[in-house]
């Protein structure tokens, strides 16, 4: 028997100093947004829209979906990541493994803040450089945007931080984007989650550093779905690789894509994060088309580089069993 997730609602709608004056545009000095400060829907009418998902669920009948993935050997499918959630873009469960646990969720959190940025309607052409605040003081992570040397549009800013998880890019961005810094940033991350349904999330910096950016399996795949409106993001995390040029001598720099799955010719990958520090372990999040099927995949907390990827073959595997696939359907 199907299960369901809980109700998703949307609506229309890492610390921090100033930046240089050179480096900052008219819009990042125009005032804070009003509260909410959200622009994340499917419109009204998209097969998408979750927003009264979960309320009839007495009066629910298996739509023609629903009744293959009755089919579906629950057993079978032994998942390595602490929490695990499969659901499809009808909300339909297939599979949840601690999906309400809460836990922290790392580099992830990128994905939220690549939306922020793009709700204000900031300009995405202003040049920002990286700074000194821009480094990593509590993980210290590595980064090759040298401190103030690298320069890159907002635009390529967001393209570093949410396909090779660049965590001086995604400070940039916290920093840069409002006029009171930081901290309104992580204000308006938060308001997000919550507008998004987001219950049992919480943000506390922009790049997933600090382990108390914290959510569960379920929060995430109200914001994988959510972030697969943004254009941007679909194009940059579905993306094998990119070259960027952030030095005044020209000198290219190659990201590839911290998610191996989208260079994999069995896979179509549309919207992907990574996520790695000790305390949270492997994590992925993403959306994806198997055997023509969309699905919002969601795995926290494993073990070893490639945990996330393979519990996501293993999913992949039993789909096209179950279904008597033995090539998958791009």
């Known amino acids: 028997m199907l299960l369901f997730i809980s109700p998703i609602i949307l609506t229309s709608g890492a610390c921090a100093s100033s930046q240089p004056s050179s480096n900052q545009d008219r819009t990042s000095r125009a005032p804070t947004p009003p509260k909410p400060y959200v622009n994340a829907s499917a419109p009204s009418h998209s097969p998408y829209d979750w927003r009264n998902f979960g309320e009839t669920k007495q009066n629910w009948q298996l739509n023609d979906r629903a009744r293959e993935w009755r089919g579906l050997d629950r057993t079978a499918l032994n998942l390595q990541s602490a929490s695990a959630l499969i659901v499809d873009e009808q909300g339909n469960v297939l599979y949840s ?5 809460v836990r922290p969720i790392a580099s992830i959190t990128k994905l939220m803040t690549a939306m922020v940025v ?48 660049d965590n001086r890019a995604a400070h940039a961005l916290g920093r840069t984007t409002f006029r009171a810094g930081t901290p309104a940033f992580i204000q308006a991350m938060n308001r997000k989650a919550r507008a998004l349904g987001m219950n049992n999330t919480q943000f506390v910096d922009s790049s997933g550093l600090n382990p108390r950016n914290r959510s569960t399996a379920e929060d995430l795949v109200k914001m994988v779905r959510a ?27 190659q990201y590839r894509n911290t998610n191996p799955l989208v260079r994999s010719s069995e896979w179509t990958v549309e919207v992907s994060k990574t996520g790695f520090i000790n305390e949270a372990g492997r ?19 494993a073990n070893g580089r490639l945990g996330p990827m393979g519990d996501s073959n293993r999913v992949r595997e039993w789909i096209l069993t179950s279904n008597g696939r033995t090539t998958a359907a791009r």
């Open 97 to 101: 493994k601690n999906a309400r646990t």
């Open 118 to 165: 793009l709700d204000t309607g900031v300009s995405l052409n202003t040049r920002i450089r990286i700074v000194e605040d821009d480094r990593d003081r509590l993980k210290n992570s590595r980064s090759r945007l040298r401190i103030n040397d690298a320069v890159l549009s907002r635009r390529e800013m967001i393209m570093v931080a949410i396909m090779s998880s």
């Open 227 to 253: 972030a697969s409106n943004y254009p941007l993001i679909r194009e940059t995390t579905s993306r094998g690789e990119m070259t960027l040029r952030p030095f005044s001598d020209g000198t290219a720099l």
């Open 283 to 301: 994590c992925l999040s993403m959306q994806t088309r198997i055997d023509n099927r969309r699905l919002y995949m969601v795995f926290l907390g």
